[in-house]
């Protein structure tokens, strides 16, 4: 279920947690994922209670796969209500750095995207603090949808937040990622022929449409 290379941890708000889940799972490089609650001070936030904070994604990616700039990218072009709109804490546009290089990037990268759009941009930078997981039933949401698959692929509510095939099937399923990729890489992630051919129909079906 896990793959065991040094990572690093990317973490990012643009709406709706759910979708974030689906769109960076999916990218190669990306080792896991977890959402759940940041950037704000109340102790203990829970969905109904965020109190100040953000749902936010946290990405471990394998830096020889995948850049920061790249999951930045990923950032800046997929929000749920845009980057130059205010919506309410919960959805707001924000990146959480673990380090003076992701900030300095962060920076600059804001900085390019501004002045690609010719915008204003909404987007606040700041530390990475506490975060805090969201409740079980946020975790791989997509993939959750589908009883049957967590049952046979043994996913306890654990392992959502961990397993490295949980975060590729929970993108796939929505049509994320590329399916040549999921093609290369069903057979190392040990997966069934059913289960497979399942994960290849639903990518076709629900390629190109929202998360
Ligand atoms: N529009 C979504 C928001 C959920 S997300 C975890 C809903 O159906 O409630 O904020």
């Known amino acids: ?15 709706c947690f759910w979708a974030c889940d689906a769109l960076f799972g999916a990218q190669s490089g990306v080792l896991r994922t977890r959402v759940g ?28 796969q995948i850049t920061y700039e ?3 990218q990923l950032f800046w072009n997929n929000h749920e209500y845009g980057l130059t709109t205010c919506v309410k804490k919960q959805y707001m546009s924000l990146i959480l750095y673990h380090d003076e290089d992701q900030k300095h990037m962060a920076e600059i990268s804001l900085k390019k995207e501004a002045h690609r759009r010719n915008e204003q941009l909404i987007t606040t ?15 791989k949401y997509r993939l959750q949808q589908h009883a049957w698959l ?8 654990e392992l959502f937040q961990t397993s490295h095939l949980a975060a590729r099937l929970n993108g796939y ?14 057979e ?13 129909t639903q990518w076709k079906q629900n390629e190109g449409g929202s998360l």
């Open 1 to 15: 279920h896990d793959v065991d290379v040094p990572f690093k941890k990317a973490t990012f708000g643009m709406g």
């Open 70 to 72: 790249d999951l930045l």
């Open 173 to 186: 399923l929505v049509g994320v990622g590329k399916l040549e990729d999921f093609e290369k890489e069903s």
């Open 150 to 157: 967590v049952q046979e692929l043994g996913l306890t509510p």
């Open 37 to 64: 609650y940041s950037g704000g001070t109340l102790i203990d936030p829970q969905y109904r209670k965020l109190g100040d904070h953000t749902e936010v994604i946290e990405i471990h990616y394998d830096p020889k």
């Open 125 to 139: 930078i700041a530390p990475a603090g506490i975060f805090y997981p969201a409740e079980d039933y946020h975790q």
């Open 188 to 200: 190392k992630l040990g997966l069934s022929e059913k289960i497979s051919s399942f994960v290849r």
